[in-house]
């Protein structure tokens, strides 16, 4: 899953990502809007924007899954789509832009 960052402005470091693809599905579908914090402490069971590390320029949405030495596990929330940690390994921490806070649904949705 890809999600476009638009970063905010303000004093508070607040922006808005939108989800693009299926593999946080069922928590997040195409389009859903995402509020995020960005820097701060992330936690396990975080769902989390990253930047791929096969491809900086790629921000990606997944769950913190768990601290490994070279950074944070972070794993699709559907098991089916491939671009997770199964793939490139543990992502370092600067790599860990911002932590989700609440999805904004797009209208007409349930």
Known sequence: MRARRER??????LGIAVVSGVSMVPT???GDRLLVRYGG??????AV???????PERI?????????PGGWWLLADNPYAPGD???F???PDELVLGRVLLRLRRRGRD
């Open 41 to 46: 402490r992330v936690r396990a069971g975080d």
């Open 49 to 55: 924007l990253a930047r791929d590390p096969r491809l």
């Open 8 to 13: 905010g402005t303000g004093l508070i470091p």
């Open 89 to 91: 390994g543990a992502v």
């Open 28 to 30: 997040y579908d195409d």
């Open 85 to 87: 940690s199964r793939q």
């Open 60 to 68: 990606l949405v997944k769950r913190a899954a768990r601290r490994e």
